[in-house]
C-alpha cells in the first residue's frame, strides 16, 4: 500500500480512518415530509453531509418559453448554503452548482413520467446545508425520495454513490479527508430495481482493474442506500 | 426502457376509481394495504390489469408512485399518499380568475396547467370592454371543465346548474386523493358534517371546498378537514 | 417573486373572521404558533439555530472571515447579516438574483442585531488596521409558511449567542466564544382583516396588508422599526402593538436565553 505525501489514510488492517473497510459508506438517515410546505420533501444526511430537498408540483410551467408541448420539464436547483463549508460561500451564481443542477435533471428526467404532464413543471430545490464530499450524490438520492414523496410517477428511485481511490486504494464513499487527498472519484446513478445508470461522472486516474472495482463497490452501496430509501417512504410498514 | 410506456387509465386517483372501503369514521388499520414505492416489483402481469399509479414493463407490474397498494377484481393499482389535480372534462371545480381579455377569462383551477374560460361560456353576455364586470381578477367560481386536449389545453364553462360566481363563506383545499374519504360511503360522511356543522359544503373535483355557513361550521368543517389530510399522510400511522 | 393571486373571498372571509375576533387556525389575536428553537445545528458552521414556528422553518449559520478594517475604523471588525430566500422555501418563491422582499428581510434583521450593539465591533481587532473578524450571518429559509421576519431574528440572534471565533484554524491563538451581550427580539404584526394580529401565517399575508416589525433590546429599548407594504396606520394602533411587543419580546429572550 502506497501513501500520498506523507498522509496515510489506511492502515495496516486495511481500515479508513474512521474505521470504515473499503466498500463501507457513512451513516445515512432519510427524513420525509421536512418542508410543510411543499408537495414533496426529503431530509438526508450523509455523514456529515446534510440535504434538504423541496418538490413543487406538477404546475403551470413559468415562463411560457420554458414549456414542452409533449412533456413535462425538470426545474432542478443544487445549491450550496453558504454556511455548509469550512470557508463560506458567497451566494449567487456559481458554475459548479449550474453543472450539477443541470446532470441531476438529466437525471432524474430519465426516470420521471415526464409525458403524463405536457405543459407543466416540476421543482426540485435542492439545499445543501452541510457539504462534507459527495454532495452531488446525497441531492439525487434526496431528490428523488422527495418526488416520490410528492406522489410523482417515476419508473424508479436514483440512487447515487460514488467510489475514489486513496493510497492506490479503491475505496467507496469518500468523506472529507479522504477527498481532499483522493487520486480518482466515480460518482454514478443507479436504478435499484433494474441496476441500469442514469448518472455517470468521473474524474482522476484509475486502471481498468481499479475502475471495475469502484463500479462493483458503487452497485453494492446504491443496494444498501435503496434499502434505507425504501424504509423511509414505507415508514416502518410492511 | 420504459419511457414510453404509457400509463394505462388516468395518472391521478379519482372518486370514481378509488377505493371506498376506507372511510374516515370506522377502524382501517386491522387490513391496512401494503405500501409500495416507485420501481418496486409488484408480481406477474398476466391475468392482471395495470391501474393507477401502475405500469407494466417487460410481463411484470411496477409501482410507480408511494402509495397504498390495492387489487380490486384484476386491477392492480396504487392508492397515493399525495397527488396533484388532474382536470378531466366533466369535473367541477372552484376557480380562481387570474386574468381577463376582451373575450377570454383566464382561471386557475389548482391544475398543472391553467384554465381559459370564453366569453361565449361564461355566465353573462359581456358588453366589449366589460369583461371584468362580469367577472373580475381574483374572484372564484364554480365551473365545470369542458375539455382538455391532450396537450392539456383546457377551457371551463359556468353553463350549467348550480354554475355561479363564489361570492360569500370561505375556501379551503384538501388533497383531491382525499375526497373518496371525505364523502364517505354513499356520501354519509359528508351528509354528516353538513348536518353537524350546518354549513353548506361543495366538493369541487380540484380538491377545493367552498364552505358557506357562520363561523363556528366552518372551524368545525376545517378541523375535520385538517385531521383527515393528517391521518392519510402517515405511513406507518398507527401511532 | 411572482406575485400570488389573492382571492377576493380571502379577504372578505378574513375580515368577517377579524370581526368576530377569531384568525383562520383559531388562534388569539395576540398569540404565536408554537415555537421551537434549536442550537448548533449546522456541523459546518461556527454558531447555528434552527427555529420553527408553525410551519415556517428557518436556518441560521455563523461564519467568520479576516477583513481588512476600513481606513476610517481601524479597530473596528464588521458585521455582515445576508438573507437569501431561495425557491425551496415555497411555491411563490423563486431562485435569481435576491428579490426585493428576500433584500428587505436581511436588512431589517440586520438592523436589529446590529443597533442594538449586542456585538461589540471592537472586539473583533485582531492587529488594528491590518485584520479584524468579519462576522457574518446566513439566514436561509426552508418552509414559508409566513413571519419569516421573527423566524430569521430569533434564529438569527440564537445563532451568533452560540458561537465560536474560529481562531485556531486561521492561526491567530485559541478558539474563544463571540461575545454577544445583549438579545434583540423581534416580533411582526400584520394587518389582516382590518386590525393587527401577531405573527401571520402565509394566507393571512396573502390576504393581509401592511405589517410592523419591531425589534426590542433588553429593558425594552427599541432597535429597529419597520412598516411594509401597502396600508395606513393609526398612532393608537401601533401603541397598542407595541404594548404587546414588550411582553412577547422577553418570553423570546428567555427562550434563546434559557
Not at chain 2, 369583461?131 to 382538455?148: A, M, P
Request: with cysteine; net charge negative; hydrophobic share 40%.
Amino acid at each position: 500500500m502506497g501513501g500520498y505525501g506523507d498522509v496515510q489514510m489506511i492502515d495496516e488492517n486495511g481500515l479508513r480512518m474512521d474505521g470504515r473497510k473499503p466498500g463501507d459508506v457513512r451513516p445515512i438517515t432519510i427524513e420525509t415530509g421536512v418542508v410543510p410546505v411543499a408537495d414533496g420533501s426529503c431530509r438526508m444526511t450523509w455523514g456529515t453531509n446534510e440535504a434538504i430537498v423541496a418538490v413543487y408540483g406538477p404546475m403551470e410551467a413559468h415562463p411560457r418559453k420554458i414549456q414542452r408541448q409533449d412533456r413535462a420539464v425538470l426545474d432542478v436547483t443544487y445549491n450550496m448554503a453558504p454556511f455548509s463549508t469550512t470557508d463560506r460561500i458567497r451566494p449567487g451564481f456559481n458554475r459548479r452548482s449550474r453543472e450539477i443542477s443541470k446532470v441531476t435533471a438529466d437525471a432524474l428526467e430519465s426516470v420521471v413520467l415526464l409525458e403524463l404532464y405536457p405543459r407543466s413543471k416540476i421543482r426540485i430545490s435542492i439545499e445543501i446545508t452541510s457539504a462534507e464530499a459527495g454532495t452531488r450524490c446525497v441531492g439525487l438520492t434526496a431528490a428523488s425520495v422527495a418526488l416520490a414523496d410528492a406522489g410523482i410517477p417515476m419508473t424508479d428511485l436514483v440512487v447515487s454513490v460514488a467510489s475514489g481511490k486513496i493510497n492506490d486504494v479503491v475505496v467507496c464513499d469518500l468523506n472529507k479527508e479522504e477527498d481532499n487527498y483522493g487520486e480518482a472519484d466515480l460518482p454514478m446513478g443507479v436504478l435499484p430495481n433494474s441496476g441500469e445508470l442514469v448518472f455517470l461522472q468521473m474524474d482522476g486516474d484509475l486502471s481498468p482493474d481499479e475502475f471495475k472495482q469502484a463500479w462493483d463497490y458503487n452497485i453494492d452501496a446504491a443496494m444498501e442506500v435503496h434499502k434505507l430509501m425504501v424504509d423511509a417512504l414505507k415508514g416502518g410498514e410492511n | 426502457m420504459v419511457a414510453s410506456t404509457v400509463m394505462k387509465g388516468w395518472p391521478v386517483a379519482r372518486l370514481d376509481t378509488m377505493s371506498r372501503e376506507s372511510s374516515a369514521d370506522g377502524p382501517r388499520d386491522s387490513r391496512r394495504a401494503l405500501v409500495v414505492v416507485p420501481g418496486e416489483d409488484l408480481g406477474v402481469s398476466e391475468g392482471y390489469e395495470a391501474g393507477h399509479g401502475v405500469l407494466v414493463v417487460d410481463g411484470r407490474l411496477k409501482s410507480t408512485k408511494q402509495g397504498r397498494m390495492n387489487t380490486k377484481g384484476s386491477t392492480v393499482s396504487v392508492e397515493p399518499l399525495h397527488t396533484t389535480y388532474m382536470p378531466r372534462p366533466g369535473d367541477l371545480v372552484i376557480g380562481h380568475i387570474e386574468g381577463c381579455t376582451n373575450n377570454i377569462w383566464f382561471v386557475d383551477i389548482g391544475a398543472p396547467f391553467n384554465s381559459i374560460l370564453p366569453m361565449s361560456l361564461g355566465p353573462a353576455k359581456v358588453e366589449f370592454g366589460g369583461t371584468r364586470k362580469i367577472l373580475d381578477i381574483g374572484d372564484s367560481i364554480l365551473c365545470r371543465v369542458q375539455e382538455v386536449e391532450e396537450t392539456h389545453q383546457s377551457v371551463v364553462t359556468m353553463k350549467g346548474l348550480g354554475l355561479r360566481k363564489i361570492k360569500s363563506g370561505a375556501l379551503d383545499d384538501v388533497d383531491p386523493h382525499l375526497l373518496g374519504r371525505l364523502i364517505g360511503k354513499g356520501g354519509n360522511f359528508l351528509r354528516d358534517l353538513k348536518l353537524e356543522s350546518e354549513c353548506r359544503i361543495v366538493v369541487a373535483e380540484n380538491g377545493r371546498l367552498w364552505i358557506d355557513g357562520d363561523l363556528d361550521g366552518i372551524f368545525k368543517v376545517r378541523n375535520c378537514l385538517k385531521e383527515i389530510s393528517l391521518e392519510a399522510r402517515q405511513v406507518g400511522g398507527v401511532n | 417573486m411572482a406575485a400570488p393571486l389573492v382571492p377576493k373571498l380571502l379577504r372578505a372571509h378574513l375580515s368577517d373572521l377579524a370581526s368576530n375576533d377569531a384568525r383562520l387556525d383559531d388562534r388569539g389575536q395576540w398569540d404565536g404558533r408554537e415555537t421551537k428553537l434549536e442550537i448548533g445545528v449546522l456541523p459546518r458552521a461556527e454558531g447555528s439555530a434552527r427555529v420553527t414556528m408553525g410551519n415556517t422553518i428557518v436556518l441560521a449559520g455563523v461564519k467568520f472571515q479576516i477583513m481588512t478594517p476600513y481606513p476610517d475604523r481601524p479597530n473596528q471588525g464588521g458585521l455582515m447579516c445576508s438573507c437569501e430566500v431561495r425557491s425551496i422555501a415555497g411555491r411563490h418563491w423563486e431562485n435569481g438574483p435576491p428579490s426585493p422582499q428576500s433584500i428587505e428581510l436581511g436588512r431589517v434583521v440586520d438592523r436589529g442585531i446590529r443597533e442594538s450593539g449586542c456585538i461589540d465591533v471592537d472586539d473583533l481587532c485582531i492587529i488594528p488596521g491590518e485584520k479584524a473578524w468579519q462576522v457574518i450571518l446566513d439566514l436561509h429559509a426552508i418552509s414559508d409558511d409566513g413571519n419569516l421576519f421573527d423566524a430569521f431574528a430569533l434564529a438569527g440572534i440564537a445563532a451568533l449567542r452560540n458561537a465560536t471565533i474560529p481562531a485556531e484554524r486561521f492561526e491567530i491563538g485559541e478558539d474563544t466564544p463571540l461575545k454577544v451581550s445583549k438579545t434583540p427580539i423581534m416580533c411582526s404584526y400584520h394587518k389582516v382583516g382590518g386590525r393587527f394580529v401577531y405573527d401571520a401565517s402565509y394566507r393571512e399575508e396573502l390576504g393581509g396588508d401592511e405589517r410592523i416589525h419591531i425589534t426590542l433590546g433588553d429593558d425594552d429599548h427599541v432597535h429597529s422599526l419597520q412598516k411594509g407594504l401597502k396600508g395606513i396606520f393609526t398612532a393608537d394602533e401601533f401603541a397598542e402593538i407595541m404594548e404587546h411587543a414588550k411582553s412577547r419580546c422577553s418570553e423570546l429572550r428567555d427562550m434563546v436565553n434559557g
